[in-house]
């Protein structure tokens, strides 16, 4: 706790308080004290709506002094035993057919476990969606099994409580945002005060709550996705399944969710599986403890397991200058510089990607962006 | 941004409304509370429109119109109702359910839609109330002995002063050789006197018509018939009044037979005021059709047509609801009530796709029997075997559902149909058992007023009554234990 306390003060330091009210709501939910988390939400709220007024100077002081208090309460109380990872989903060789189309998902296996975070990461109609599908009880299988394993003889209706799907169409709300998730928490057993208590932590914890009121059409797309994981979260899920989450959310938002998506999975609270699929590789990749890319419904690389068979680097660079340059300066042995309109792809055997970066700017070679890919599914797009 | 908050609606109900929310989703949903307050609030509202709006008990009901339009409003309000229903599901959203919440759902659904069905009974119900207030029962019987007994002396002269006689044969039975019939009306001709012949039955039934009998041999017979004096009708009144209705022969005997010249102007005065206090406009068309007519002369004489039939329209509001009518009107609205009931149940736990395909299959299967039974010549009987035969089959295919791996839309259908059709399986038995075995009562070789008759016709209602029952509890314990786990299990099988 004293780390994360510490990381909390670290961030209201450097004013950045919108990551300090998400990480404090995180850390006193953790707590399990209800008198604190009210607190922490009160102090949410107040930070909140100053921040509409757009005031840092209004916002500072006040903030500061509640946060030293916040946290003093937090120093006298006492931290959740921690909740060691365990087996949450065995996925053993599982394939999928259509039988109205061609596409196959071919034999894919998987092991999720809670705090895991885990991407899907390929082209479109690759097969994430059928992966994803099948992993969430959705789609039947032709092959292979799924072990729930907090579920020992589980029928689907009980798998279906126990994962959560969010598709990338979300269907329509009805009727007032707030009451849905009233609603999503007390049918998932979260009754009474808890329920108001827990509505409200998940409004706060995803800035929402000058929207609850309203309703579905009245909310842009990246709201919608907002409420509908709000609304998931509420029913503590064991297993959260997004499909393109990130599809409707502006830079900001995608990096605020993923990083949002991190810390609930890691939380002390309810800790849980994640798997999402995306277009936004390098954000998923940032966050994921490991990514798999699907190419034709196959498995085609894995981070954190595959990569390490890797022997050549990849560096992803783009500059105003001609391959001929790139080439010349870098050297001709056992590089080979891929061009896709936008950005040069480089790989190499022997030369890391530092070596290359530097080899570039030391021969004066503009370089307008460069992200090193020797781990990243993108080299494989 | 502040909440929306709904028109009318109490503080204490908005908060038990939230407490349910969050407490009780599943009963939140279905709304029940809410459909209960508006719909009080709107048969208060409707009852106060149809005390004040101006209406005379004396006047033909136009409270059919009223039923229609109440009825159209019935319509718009399950819409609305729906229309919230549909919002939120606990079933669909994979939420904590039980079996007994099943049971409690449908009662749910039942008591919201019950109240809505309530509604066209308002209007009914003020105008009897209405009508009760304005007119006691003994105050009718008073006034149409009264007006009868003034026409009796004041037409004296005019009416007819005997009783009519017929003569009968009666014999076990008539038996007509040309047509191989019973045949009823006879005549014979017995030394040389014409004689209407009548068999046992039909002698027993123009007895109970007349007003005297008497047996010239063992087989002649005369019945006698008082000629009516009763000019108005009191139209069912009398037998919610303890005041004795004057019959033609109380008439006849007081004032026919032992006639006394009246005080004319005095009885003239009398049936002025009674005239003059059931006078409306009546309709002439239904007055001239009467039960009770009166010849021409004494209903333009004396207005007893307009009495007769303004009292009758006084009575036909008052006594709607009595106990031989209320079977009726309660099957019409249990029956409403239950199949909608289980038409919202079905749609909340099937998939859109599945509800509309079992509603197809109802309408084919139904298209396909009738053709069945068209061309086979087949009776009700086979149309009701026909039923029970689909039941048995829905019954099979639902329950390969535990084994299915795939939610199969035939599955679904046959859940559907077996959760719709359940409830009216022991009707529909019982029915066949009584086509069967003669359901109609002269294949028993009863007659009409007798005693075994009668019993059998109570022992046929009785045991449909039973059947209804049975059907009600049989669902009642399926709902939550097969039904509930038969689309626990479809719903949230994976798709192909």
Known sequence: MQHRIAEIKGFIAHGDFSLAVRRMLDLCLDTGDESILRSAISWSRNYREAEKLNNAGLIAPQFEMDATDLIAKLENSIERTPVQPFELVNVNQISKTYSKSNFSLAPISLEIKTSDVVGVVGENGNGKTTLLRCLSGQLSLDNGTITYSQLPDPDHYSIKHHVAFIPQRIPKWYGMLKDNLHFSAAMAGVTGRQNDLMVDFMLERLNLSHYAHLTWNRISSGYRTRFEIARVLLQKPSLLILDEPLANLDINAQQTMLTDLRYLAKSQYHPMGIILSSQQLHEVEKVADSVLLIKQGKCLFRTGEMDEKEISFALEIETPADRDSLVSVLGTNDLHVQFNGGFYTITSTTRPVHSMITTLLNNEIKVTYFRDITHSTKRYF | ?496
């Open chain 2, 1 to 496: 941004m502040m909440k929306q908050k709904r028109p009318l609606l109490p503080k204490i109900l908005e908060d038990y409304d939230q407490q349910l929310l969050k407490n009780n989703p599943e009963t939140w949903s279905a709304r029940t509370h809410l459909v209960a307050y508006y719909g009080l609030l709107f048969m208060a509202a409707l009852a106060g429109i149809c005390f004040i709006r101006p209406d005379d008990p004396r006047s033909e009901s136009t409270v059919g119109y009223w039923v229609a339009f109440v009825s159209v409003v019935c319509i718009i309000a399950i819409v609305l109702w729906m229309i919230y229903l549909l919002r939120f599901n606990v079933f669909k959203r994979y939420g904590n359910i039980t079996a007994a919440g099943r049971l409690k759902t449908f009662l749910l659904y039942f008591i919201s839609i019950l109240t809505i069905g309530l509604f066209p009974y308002v209007p009914p119900v003020i105008e009897s109330v209405l009508a009760g207030a304005s007119y006691t029962s003994d105050e009718l019987v008073n006034d149409v002995n009264k007006t009868n007994s003034i026409v009796c002396q004041l037409a004296y002269d005019s009416l007819p002063h005997d009783w009519i006689n017929d003569t009968f044969m009666v014999v076990n039975k008539v038996y007509d050789k040309e047509y191989n019939r019973i045949e009823p009306e006879y005549w014979i001709d017995a030394k040389s006197k014409s004689y209407k012949v009548l068999d046992t039955s039909e002698y027993r039934s123009q007895r109970l018509a007349s007003d005297s009998v008497r047996q010239l041999t063992d087989s002649i017979i005369v019945l006698s018939k008082c000629p009516s004096y009763e000019f108005v009708s009191n139209a069912g009144a009398a037998s919610h009044s303890n005041i004795k209705a004057l019959s033609s022969i109380d008439l006849f005997d007081l004032y026919i037979r032992n006639y006394r010249k009246p005080d004319e102007a005095k009885l003239s005065a009398e049936l002025a005021v009674i005239a003059k206090k059931y006078d409306y406009p009546a309709d002439k068309y239904y007055a001239s059709y009467g039960i009770y007519s009166a010849p021409d002369w004494i209903e333009k004489t004396f207005k007893t047509a307009t009495i007769s039939e303004n009292i009758s329209n006084i009575t036909d509001r008052k006594y709607r609801w009595d106990l031989d009518d209320f079977p009726a009107y309660f099957r019409i609205l249990l029956y409403t009530t239950l199949i909608i009931t289980l038409l919202v149940f079905i749609f909340r736990h099937s998939t859109v796709k599945t509800f509309f395909l079992t509603i197809l299959t109802g309408v084919l299967l139904l298209i396909l029997s009738s053709l069945i039974i068209a061309f086979s010549q087949g009776n009700v009987s086979g149309m009701l075997g026909m039923m029970i035969f689909y039941l048995l089959l829905f019954t099979f295919i639902s329950l390969t559902v535990f084994s299915n791996k795939n939610r199969n839309p035939v599955t679904g259908i046959a859940i559907n149909m077996f959760t719709a059709f359940i409830a009216f399986a022991p009707l529909i038995i019982t029915t066949l058992y009584f086509e069967s075995n003669g359901w109609s009562d002269s294949h028993k070789g009863y007659e009409y007023g007798d005693p075994r008759y009668i019993a059998y016709r109570e022992m046929v209602h009785r045991s449909i009554f039973y059947a209804e029952i049975l059907g009600l509890v049989l669902f009642a314990i399926l709902l939550p234990t097969l039904i509930h786990r038969l689309y626990r299990r479809w719903y949230a099988l994976p798709e192909e």
